[in-house]
């Protein structure tokens, strides 16, 4: 059965310019066990895509469509809803551990106030077992390290608090999102390979945002790529960084680093020209079409349809075909 | 410690220059205590005397470091109009204002952070509206004339509550807390409605931040993340508020003292000046700057209490 059932949502923020729609018409899911990564230009709205699943993207959003945990619908739901899967179904680790923790409170109550809150545990049995979760996501002495305070806590440190923080419940959903961009590489795949161990020994889904495809292909099993608020591309991920289908996924592989240009010497790092468009109204053209070195007319006029490309992949591209590439190449030598 | 015992130089500084400056500054002032003293009527001898007897006719200079030497002896000199010793005459005074003070910040903290939590909760509707309204008010009236009105309806027009004075806690402990009451409640209504705008302000920050989203995603009650998450922080800023106005709080004591004839420091300040009684003036002069000083230590000490950070940066200068 499927986890997580996301359909047709929309997320719009007021502004004084007027509205402002972040999220236009996403469409997932996510079965059990299985590690999704969300990708996308900062501002495409991967993150607020998967926030305001759990109300957590703020009071001024205005939210439209359907997500279905479970078999229970999480739009819309009361607060008192939310609150009882937050933290126990459903659990979040955010990008900077550096102000996701509270200042004031140490790292030990802050992972003993989820067993508390959910499980109904005693300060002393809370305790015991935050100990066994530090030491759980590779936190050395974790008895001393209760009783420290995030400052006292080097970023990595405070990520597995945030991890440990999210598993303590054994949820069956984990969201993390940019989990390993405000940390050091090294420290990224020790925390990469954390999830990847935790996934395996709970079997927890994980819904994972981030702008680094290196992340994705590390730990991924789908990708899901999104530009201005729509999703553009889904697929598997070997079959995805294979053979990428929407313009939009060709030129963010294009703009990875390789070492020795991948093999091709002459092969130059490429960024992609411009930038993600403020939308207002949802159009009825290809959102990229601005910034696609081979849009065509239809691609300005006509909303290309989400539509199963090769097995497994699917893409909403006008030009989706597997020589569009060299093209692209061959127009800028 | 090497901190704390730059802290406690720089304070006994401080300390010298306040002296200093209200010791020049009450002989540069018009009116002589000699006159203020026999009156202006006075025979030329007699206030010849009573100048030598108190060491007014040497200079300045003399004067002062006199006046020091006698300070760090624990002695204030003797007030010019009752020939009692200053400390004496302050250390009566001093425990009705503090009394009062104390009490007043109590009841300016407690309504101050409850209605800001409230105004920031609230923010946009109604019950934010009023409060931050009410605090306008609270901050803008003068606290004179709120204490006038505040008898008017209170010991007048609905006579609860006595006019005005002070009654000793070992003679009447029931009256003594009644007499206390309006000038409390007067005393620490702009207090509360700064705390109030400080506690709203930081706990609209507060609210948005991301260890306050982390939070409530971890599941816990709307109550839990505003009182253990979101206030926690904010009463960072409140602490140092409190500190920072609690002197004021004793300037204010001065009117409220008067508007309710209370025999406190702030009447006592008024009489001494009045009267060119130069040793009490520089007494309670003194004594206020002491105050004010041992405050800002205070408030720095309970920073480490409320805040862990600033635990470990005084731990590393130590």
């Known amino acids: 059965m499927t986890l997580l059932d996301v359909r047709d949502l929309s997320v719009r923020f007021p502004t004084k310019k007027g509205p402002v729609l972040a999220v236009d018409g996403l469409t997932y899911h996510v079965e059990p066990g299985e590690i999704i990564s ?17 109300g957590l993207q703020g009071p001024t ?43 004031v409170l140490t790292v030990g109550k802050q992972v003993a106030e989820v067993l508390r809150r959910h499980r109904g545990l005693s300060a002393a049995k809370a305790k015991a077992q935050v100990i066994e979760l530090l030491e759980r996501v590779g936190i050395p002495a974790p008895a001393q390290r ?57 079997g927890m889904a994980v819904l994972l945002v981030t702008h680094d495809l290196g992340v994705v292909a590390d730990i991924a099993d789908r990708v899901i790529v999104m530009y201005a608020g729509r999703k553009v591309e889904e697929g598997e991920v070997r079959a995805l960084f ?88 061959g127009a800028h030598p | 410690m090497l901190r704390f015992l730059a802290r406690l130089g720089n304070a006994l500084f401080t300390l010298l220059i306040a002296t200093a400056v209200v010791f020049l500054g009450v002989r540069a002032l018009p009116g002589d205590p000699a006159v203020a003293l026999l009156g202006e009527e006075g025979d030329p001898a007699a206030l010849e005397a009573v100048r030598e007897q ?27 109009r009752t020939g009692l010793p200053v400390t004496d005459v302050i250390a009566g005074a001093v ?9 007043s910040m109590l009841v300016a903290v407690v309504i101050g952070v409850t209605t800001g939590v409230v105004a920031a909760l609230y923010r946009g509707r109604v019950a934010g509206w009023v409060v931050s309204v009410a605090a306008l008010i609270g901050l803008s009236v003068p ?41 409390a409640l007067v005393l620490g209504t702009a207090f509360a409605a700064v705390i109030m705008r400080q506690t709203r302000a930081a706990m609209l920050e507060a609210l948005t931040t991301d260890y306050v989203r982390t939070a409530t995603a971890k599941g816990l009650r709307r109550r839990h993340v505003v009182m253990r998450h979101a206030l926690r922080n904010s009463l960072i800023v409140v602490v140092t508020i409190v500190g920072l106005q609690l002197g004021t709080l004793i300037a204010g004591a001065v009117v409220t003292e008067q ?48 805040d862990p950070r600033v635990r470990v940066t005084a731990g590393e200068a130590a």
């Open chain 2, 95 to 103: 425990p009705v204002t503090l009394e009062l003070t104390v009490v």
């Open chain 1, 38 to 54: 969300l990708v996308g230009e900062s501002g495409c709205g991967k993150s607020v895509g998967i926030l305001s699943l759990l």
């Open chain 1, 242 to 329: 294979a053979n990428p289908r929407h313009q939009y996924t060709r030129r963010l592989m294009e703009a990875i680093p390789r070492r020795g240009g991948g093999g091709d010497r002459d092969r130059r790092l490429s960024g992609i020209p411009g930038t993600v468009p403020t939308l207002h109204e949802s159009p009825a053209a290809c959102s990229f079409a601005g910034r696609c070195a081979v849009a065509s007319e239809q691609c300005r006029t006509a909303l290309p349809p989400f539509a199963e490309i090769a097995p497994g992949q699917s893409a909403a591209c006008w030009h989706p075909g597997p020589q569009a590439a060299e093209a692209v190449t």
């Open chain 2, 143 to 183: 606290s004179f004339w709120l204490g006038l009105m505040a008898i008017l309806v209170f010991a007048i027009m609905i006579p609860i509550l006595p006019a005005s004075g002070f009654v000793p806690i070992d003679i009447d402990p029931v009256g003594h807390v009644t007499h206390l009451v309006m000038p």
């Open chain 2, 54 to 80: 108190y060491g007014l006719d040497q200079p300045v200079i003399v004067q002062f470091v006199k006046y020091l030497q006698q300070i760090v002896t624990g002695n204030l000199g003797d007030s010019v």
């Open chain 1, 61 to 103: 959003a205005r939210i439209s469509g359907s997500a279905v945990f479970d078999g229970k619908e999480l739009l819309h739901a009361s607060e008192k809803h939310l609150s009882a899967i937050r933290g126990r179904q459903v659990a979040c680790v955010f990008q900077d551990p550096m102000s996701s923790l509270n200042p």
């Open chain 2, 259 to 306: 508007v309710f004839v209370i025999p406190g420091f702030g009447k006592l300040m008024i009489d001494a000046v009045a009267t060119r009684d130069y040793p009490l003036i520089q007494g309670v002069v003194l004594i206020t700057a002491t105050a004010y000083i041992v405050i800002n230590l205070l408030t720095d000490l309970l920073y480490t209490v409320v």
């Open chain 1, 146 to 202: 209760y009783s420290n305070y995030p400052h006292e806590m080097s970023g990595g440190m405070r990520q597995r608090v945030m991890i440990a923080m999210a598993i303590a419940c054994e949820p069956r959903l984990l969201i993390a999102d940019e989990p390993t961009t405000a940390l050091d590489v090294t420290i990224q795949a020790g925390i990469l390979e954390l999830l990847k161990e935790l996934r395996r020994d709970t």
